[in-house]
């Protein structure tokens, strides 16, 4: 139950702790607020690697939707990969977040209406058994809402926490409230969306119910389960093409392209965002016009979205992308923007143990999905079929860690360096003389139309 309880969760989170002061900083991307407490280098590096987390979520998102294409609508996976990219390449150009916002709510309704129109003929399929009767019995395959066991328990809070506070070091994730007319707005829209949220999650739910509890054998699909075949990751796809007639199953592939398309977008939006207002505008030419910043948008959103759709040749798994974009924004990006808003003792000396600290202990506690062995094994860690596994919420550690690092090392190099203990010379950071710079921000040029 982690993974639908925790975004609404983090929405909320965000209304409540995030929107205030983004906006009183008077933000075009979270990433200012590195700017303006650290300097430009510690901003660069972090630039550098929020396009890097939107690179490589780019990929994930659209991997995932030409799997779900190519298995419905029997076409070539990288044709579905293309095509889709081509339209979502296309639609931000022309509009920028006019067009992303604008889309965004047309695909909100497209997935909600179109999931619930394909739910009845999922449920009423012949060969579903009912799912009140499959949600804590072993009848056909194991029970939908799942077997916790105890010895689980930290992995389960670790995903709920991974799921609930990891996106909030994501800039798409930031960039609607930042463009929001007013404080109280941006906070309305999180807690709406919080409260809609559960809303949207209940037809994928059943229709994930209604494919544990198929008796698959008798689809045309066949022996054995998704599950047991490896393909749990496309039991929508596989159960919108064997449970219900073929005009419903193309109407449900098309709300997962409208669901795709709509974080694809983000991520396209996010990264040329970055790029011109922190990298270019901010380092590489600080006298550009708005006309020239928009210019490098255009360019920006062009060579993302290339670069990152040829990424999904690499492989059809999107286990990788997946690994980087989202460990990278828990264990890096989220302890530092936590620290960089909320903490006045933070220093770019900080910023720097934390990202080291948390990136060197998840990479040492080893992950399975990379088949890397943990050096470090926690309390729990046991050998299982000749894998280890880690009982303890290690990406939570890891998050904890970087956080007491970026605090621990800031305190130390303010003391060192203000009682004089460190020459004033060394401080290349300036603990002792922090300061707000002017950022020369690109205007509006992100927010209006061509």
Not at 386 to 405: D, E, K, N
Not at 426 to 445: E, F, I, M, N, R
């Amino acid at each position: 139950m982690a993974l639908p309880t925790a975004p609404p969760c983090r929405l909320q989170c965000r209304g409540f702790l995030f929107v205030k002061p983004l906006r009183e900083r008077n933000c075009m991307t979270m990433l200012d607020s590195f700017h303006i407490k650290y300097g430009k280098v510690i901003m660069a590096g972090m630039s550098l690697v929020s396009l890097f987390i939107d690179l490589t979520w780019l990929p994930a998102t659209l991997t995932g939707l030409g799997g779900t294409m190519s298995v419905v609508l029997d076409l070539p996976f990288s044709v579905c990969i293309w095509i889709s990219a081509a339209v979502v390449i296309i639609y931000t150009l022309m509009g920028g977040l006019y067009s992303v916002a604008y889309t965004d709510i047309i695909q909100l309704v497209l997935i909600l209406g179109g999931l619930s129109i394909c739910v009845p003929f999922v449920l009423t399929n012949p060969h579903t058994l009912d799912i009140s009767q499959t949600l804590m019995n072993n009848t056909l395959n194991a029970p939908w809402i799942g077997q916790p066991e105890l010895k689980r328990t930290w992995i389960i809070i670790d995903d709920f926490l991974y799921f609930a506070v990891g996106g909030l070091g994501y800039q798409a994730f930031h960039q609607r409230i930042l463009a929001a007319s007013s404080t109280a707005l941006a906070k309305i829209s999180c807690f709406a969306a919080a409260f809609l949220m559960f809303i949207f999650a209940i037809p994928p739910v059943l229709i994930g119910a209604a494919a544990a509890s198929t008796d698959w054998n008798q689809t045309t699909y066949g022996s054995p389960s998704p599950y047991e075949r490896g393909e749990a990751a496309l039991a929508l796809p596989i159960t919108l093409q064997h449970l219900t007639p073929t005009f419903v199953s193309i109407i449900g592939i098309g709300c997962v392209a409208a669901a795709v398309m709509s974080s694809a977008d983000s991520a396209l939006l996010s990264a040329s965002s970055v790029f011109t207002n922190n990298i270019y505008k901010n380092i590489l030419r600080p006298q550009a016009s708005d006309r020239e910043c928009q210019w490098v948008v255009w360019a920006s959103v062009v060579v993302v979205g290339l670069v990152g759709t040829s990424l999904t040749m690499l492989n059809n798994s999107i286990t990788l992308f997946w690994f980087f974009s989202t460990e990278m924004c828990y264990i890096i990006m989220f302890p530092e923007l936590f620290c960089v808003l909320f903490f006045n003792i933070s220093n770019g000396y900080g910023a720097i143990m934390g990202v080291l600290v948390g990136l060197m202990l998840k990479l040492l506690s080893g992950d399975p999905s990379l088949g890397l062995e943990p050096v470090i094994h926690f309390p729990g860690c046991t050998l299982e079929d000749g894998v280890y596994v880690q009982y303890a919420p290690v990406r939570t550690i890891s998050m904890l860690s970087a956080i007491a690092a970026i605090l621990l090392f800031s305190y130390l190099a303010s003391v060192l360096f203000n009682k004089g203990v460190l020459p004033e010379k060394w401080d290349v950071y300036k603990v002792k003389a922090q300061h707000s710079p002017v950022l020369p921000l690109c205007g509006d040029v992100l927010h209006k139309k061509p």
